[in-house]
Structures are given as C-alpha cells and as structure tokens.
C-alpha cells in the first residue's frame, strides 16, 4: 500500500526511474535518523569501516554462489554478516579493551576490502564490482523496495522507544552509564543500525558512497536544528532532495546516479560552509 | 558515627598503563564539607573522582562512598565532568540536558511530569529558569556550566562532584557562581577540582593537594611554600576578591 502510493507521487514515467524515486524518498528516511546518531555521536570513521568491510562478505557470497553453488548466500546477506561483525569487533574494542580505536577501525576497515578483492578475484564468472562499490539505484527491485520499507520500520520503531537512552549516551556516555544505563547495550544497538542502513542503502550508493548520505545531509541539519529529532527530521528532507535532484540529473545527462547523488550533496554542503564562514567573517568586520 | 563520613579511603593505591598515580593513600571527607582539589595536570584529579564515582576501580585498598561501594552509591552522587568533554554543537536543548539527570533503568528511559517539573526547579536553582527551551550550543560558557550542575542536582545527591567548574566562566559572572555553589553547599557535601586554589575559597574548608600523592590541609594551612612544593615550582597566588563583579549573564 506504501508502495502504491510512492508510485502515484513518482514524477517519473520510466519504471526503472520511478523504482529508484521510490528507493530515494524510502532511504532518505533512514539516512536521516541513523546518519544524524552517527554525526553526533562522531562515529563517522566507525560507519566508514563497516561500510568497506562489507565488500568482504559481499565477496564471500559471491564466492560461494559462484564457485561452490551455495546460492542462498546472497550478495545482501554477505555484506550483512560482514558488516554486523565488524560493528560488533569495533564496538567490544571500543568499550572494553585499551587497543587505539583509530587503529581498530582501520585495520576493520583495509581486512574486509583485502578479503572482499581476493575473493571477488577468485570467483570463477566476471563480476563487476563496480556495481557494490558505486550501487545501482536503478536496477532496484520491488522486493528491495519491500526490505528498505522493513527497514524503515525496523529503524523508526527502535528509535522512538530508546529515543531518550540513546541521546543520553550520545550526548554524555559517562553520565549516562552513572545513571544506571547500559551504555554499551545502547552503543552496539547504535553501531547494530548503522550497520544494518549501511548494507541496505549500499545497494542504492555503493559501498564507497553510503558514508556520504550519512553525514552531509545530517551536517546541513545540524546548522538548522537545536534539538535532535529535528535535525533527524531535516536531514532526511535533505537526503531527499539530494537523492531525487541527483537522479533527476544523471537521468537528463545520462549520468551514474550514486556519484551524482553525492556530488549534489556535497556541493550544497561545501556552498553553505562557504556561506557560514563568509556571513561570521562579515559580523566580526561589522 | 561512620555514617557522618561521605567518602572514604583507606590505603588505596592506583596505577594507570603501570605508572603509579597513589600509593597507599587514605582520605576522609566528611558529609556536609566542601573540599577543593588541586593540582598540576596529570597529577590524579581527575581520577580522584572517577575514583569516588566506581568509574575506576582501586588497585588495592578500599573506598566507601557513604559507607558503601561507589557504585551502590552513585544514586547520592551528583557528577559535572570538564566542560570541554562535551561538543558544543549538539543539538540538545538545557531542558534535555538536565533531564538526562532523571534517567532511571526503565527500558525506554521517558520522563514523567514530576521529571520535568524537577528538571525546570534544577534550572531554576542555578538562576537558569527560562533557559530551558534553549539549545545547549547557544548558551554561553557559563550557562553551560550551569546547565550542566543544574543536570547534576536533578538527580538529588546528597554529594557533588565538580571537574574543574570554573574553567569556562568569565571572571564577570564568576561571583553570580560562587553564589549558586554556596546556596548548594547548605544542601550537599561538596569536592571540587580546580586549578585555581583561589575559587570559592571562603566556602572551602580543606584542600586535597593532589600530585602523585594525596595530602589533605585545612584551607588556612595552604601557604605559598605547600604550594610551590606540590607543583614543583614557584606558582603566584591571586586574590579574587577584588575583581569579582556581580552582573547577570542570562
């Protein structure tokens, strides 16, 4: 039924530009209420990690599918489980053990792109990884349309309950565990939901590009909103401008649509910051 | 009369990455005081709290926080860490803030009416009562500070501890703090860390000299020379009192 209304609001005549339309306005909503936890609670590097990392699991599948015919194993599945387990092996080493968080996520992050290439290299027909690492919002399916819109609903539902909990160990984690909150329970649900939008909306920007759509809308957003629902709520119409002006574009100049998606955002998001630094320039002389 | 004791350690040694912070050291903060930590940087201040607080656990010896273990204990404990842990530009506003104060171990962490109500009076209290619907990054480094204390009171402690308060205050509305500390110390016991030795001195009843080792001296006995010693080199005393100025900053 959500569907169906998507595709009566689609502008779009193509079905192929209407599917992906509809995969903006779904995604939108996710990057807008993970990515904007993810800015504030500085994590970014973290999101980027697991958003590489699962190039190994995408491997793996494609690997198994290919060569030993174990054809359940998805492309989606793989990165799932890559990506889980990488949230999950920065998340214990951030909470409890005295390794560098920077070096741990690096190493995340070069390991899981190394086993990705070496398996994708083995596997025995042609894969094009440029797909994985760049998306292909145009080839999305309705069935894909069906897993972000659980998605979605998985995301809002789990928000709005620890709403409270989770701003409070992104804002202070220290003072929150002193008032009896399991911070590492809320902090791997974070990294838990980062990386569930992160594969999901890989299939839409890539691997390479999904960090992108978890930090300049919600960067933009920032500058917009005092409390953090709002900047939830701004971020996700950002995304959706950027993701929808960008297929637009690459739809009329026969463009690839991730990167022009990013290359929208980012080029607001460097116009505003020119915009800021001017204006407090200009007050200061004043 | 054990329960007039608000925190106590007896021979409690710490080490942090095999480098020892306190060997043996014993302290007795009685309920009801107000002691100031000082110090040079790296010295334990700092986790001298965390101590108190059960954020950091003793190598040997043994701590009571009114007679309990620190952890059993953070109910009773307000705590305002260091005003430069936090990013300035999160979107939250003072009234978010302070009800964080009020989270309990309810599984979805919501507040109630009396939460909001005992929210607004904490800000009331620090003479921020209409800041609440402000964002945090708006206010000024005072209010800030404020907010922060006001998000401590809210949990109701019978023990404050402050990480350097008055780090971030402009000396103009400095006294308008002392203020608010010495309403609070009708309340409360209170440990504050500060560089300044000279802050709310008139409130302090002893200074625990931190560096390495812990020495605890009655605010009169705080001469140049103890100073000097625990610092290691010569350090220059200044009066407050003759440039605090009363003036609102809200």
Not at chain 1, 56 to 65: P, S, T, V, Y
Not at chain 2, 28 to 55: C, D, H, W, Y
Request: charged residues 15%; glycine residues 8%.
């Amino acid at each position: 039924m959500i569907l169906d209304v998507l595709y009566a609001l689609s502008p779009f005549k193509n079905p192929l530009m209407t599917h992906a339309f509809i995969a903006a306005i779904l995604s939108s909503i996710c990057f807008g209420i993970v990515g904007s936890f993810v800015v504030v609670k500085r994590i970014s590097s973290i999101a980027g990690s697991i958003a590489h990392s699962s190039l190994g699991g995408i491997g793996l599948a494609l690997f198994l599918q290919y060569n030993l015919g174990i054809l359940w194993f998805s492309p989606l599945l793989g990165a799932l489980f890559s990506a889980l387990v990488s949230a999950l092996i920065i998340g214990l080493v951030s909470l409890f053990a005295s390794q560098r968080e920077d070096t741990v996520i690096g190493v995340v992050w070069a390991v899981g792109m190394a086993i990705g290439l070496l398996f994708v290299t083995q596997t025995k027909r042609y894969t094009d990884a440029m797909s994985y690492l760049f998306g292909e919002i145009l080839f999305i399916s309705p069935s894909e349309l069906l897993i972000i819109v659980a998605l979605d609903a998985v995301i809002i539902s789990l928000c709005m309950i620890f709403y409270n909990k989770l701003l409070a160990v992104s804002f202070d984690q220290e003072f929150a565990k002193l008032r009896g909150v399991r911070v590492e329970l809320y902090y791997l649900l974070l990294l838990f939901l980062t990386a569930l939008t992160i594969v999901l909306m890989a299939m839409i920007v890539g691997i390479l590009l999904v960090i992108a759509l978890l930090i300049i809308p919600q960067a933009i957003a920032g500058m917009f909103s005092k409390k953090l629902w709002q900047m939830m709520l701004v971020s996700t119409l950002f995304c959706l401008a950027f993701t929808t002006a960008g297929l637009y574009v690459s739809y009329i100049y026969n463009l690839y649509a991730g990167p022009t998606i990013i290359l929208c955002a980012g080029g607001v998001y460097l116009l505003l910051l020119l915009f800021t630094v001017f204006r407090n320039k200009l007050f200061r002389s004043v | 009369m054990k329960e007039q004791i608000a925190v106590a350690f007896e021979k409690v040694s710490f080490s942090y990455n095999n480098h020892l912070l306190f060997k043996a050291v014993d302290l007795a903060v009685e309920e009801g005081g107000f002691v100031s930590v000082i110090g040079p940087n790296g010295g334990g201040k700092t986790t001298l709290l965390r101590l108190i607080l059960g954020l950091l656990k003793p190598r040997s010896g043994r701590i009571r926080v009114f007679g309990e273990h620190p952890k059993n204990a953070r109910t009773r404990i307000g705590y305002v860490a260091q005003y430069s842990s936090f990013d300035e530009l999160f979107p939250v506003t003072a009234l978010e803030v302070v009800l964080m104060g009020r989270m309990g171990n309810s599984l979805t962490g919501s507040y109630n009416r009396r939460d909001r109500q005992k929210a607004l009076d904490s800000l009331a209290e620090v003479g921020l009562a209409k800041a609440g619907s402000i964002a945090f990054s708006e206010l000024s480094g005072g209010q800030r500070q404020r907010v922060l204390i006001a998000r401590a009171l809210v949990t109701e402690p019978r023990l404050l501890l402050l990480d350097e308060p008055n780090s971030n205050i402009d000396v103009a509305v400095e006294r308008k703090f002392v203020n608010v500390l010495e309403e609070l110390h009708r309340k409360m016991t209170i440990i504050m860390v500060t560089h300044d030795v000279g802050f709310a001195s008139h409130l302090v009843r002893n200074v625990i000299c931190v560096n390495k080792t812990l020495a605890v001296h009655p605010t009169s006995g705080l001469t140049t020379e103890v100073i000097n010693d625990m610092y290691g080199h010569r350090m220059n005393i200044i009066q407050h009192d003759k440039i605090c100025t009363p003036e609102e900053d809200e």
